[in-house]
């Protein structure tokens, strides 16, 4: 059965790199893994999506080793205001949507 | 170009009723799915609809049912209402029904059941 684990909880500072790991086994070969962002009374926001190895974008970068069992989203000099739960979404080898229970960040001054 | 609609934002029912949610997909997204939000279960996969066909479906009972139209709107129905059914019920729309799942979500429909 498809699982996707991540950590409860980090804290970080300001200006600090954050990398948050999600597990993932038997997820579907061909289907990407997403990562979101929430905060309170709203809904998730896209933060970046891949395949395989390394993927960047303006906000995060997304590193996916080759046996895609795990994937770590990296935050680079994180602000008060990336205080939020950050999810990860795979899809598991029988089509199911399986988001991780989700990752609290706090970011101190 | 407006975001994923969700009405009504909030809701109030008892034991037993019915509701029925509804969803606006953002102009051109085909694909929507919905989402249960919990505290204790976090976000579970309810189900995907993509051309007025369900392509995909979670692990919930057939209380829950859901269906879109050719406007690739969608509604979401629950039957026989029960108390753990107290959730935000959220509902994402993408362009098409791939593994390329960059979702929006819309704000959600918080029900609460009494």
């Known amino acids: 059965l498809a699982k996707t684990t991540q950590p409860i909880s980090m804290d970080s500072y300001e200006g600090q790199e954050v990398n948050i790991t999600c597990s993932h086994n038997?997820?579907?070969?061909?289907?990407?893994i997403t990562w979101y962002q929430q905060f309170p009374s709203q809904g998730p926001r896209f933060i970046i999506q891949?395949?395989?190895t390394k993927v960047t974008n303006e906000v995060a970068s997304l590193f996916i080793p080759a046996d895609r069992k795990s994937s770590t989203l990296s935050l680079p000099r994180v602000s008060l205001s990336d205080t939020a739960v950050y999810y990860c979404?795979?899809?598991?080898?029988?089509?199911?949507?399986?988001f991780g229970q989700g990752t609290t960040l706090q970011v101190k001054p | 170009k407006a975001g994923v609609t969700q009405t009504p934002r909030y809701l109030i029912k008892t034991r037993g009723q019915q509701v029925t949610l509804s969803c606006s997909p953002i102009?051109?997204?085909?694909?929507v799915s919905w989402y249960q939000q919990t505290p204790g279960q976090g976000l579970q996969f309810l189900f995907e609809?993509?051309?007025?066909?369900?392509?995909n479906k979670g692990n919930f009972p057939g209380r829950f049912s859901g269906r879109q139209f050719s406007n690739s709107r969608s509604e979401m129905n629950v039957s026989t209402l029960e108390l753990g059914d107290s959730a935000l019920y959220l509902c994402?729309?993408?362009?098409?029904?791939?593994?390329?799942?960059?979702?929006?979500f819309g704000p959600g429909t918080r029900l609460t059941v009494t």
């Open positions: 994402a729309s993408s362009l098409s029904a791939t593994e390329d799942y960059e979702q929006y």
């Open positions: 038997n997820i579907a070969t061909n289907d990407y």
């Open positions: 891949g395949y395989k």
């Open positions: 979404l795979a899809s598991s080898n029988t089509g199911k949507l399986i």
């Open positions: 102009s051109g997204h085909r694909s």
């Open positions: 609809y993509f051309s007025e066909t369900q392509r």
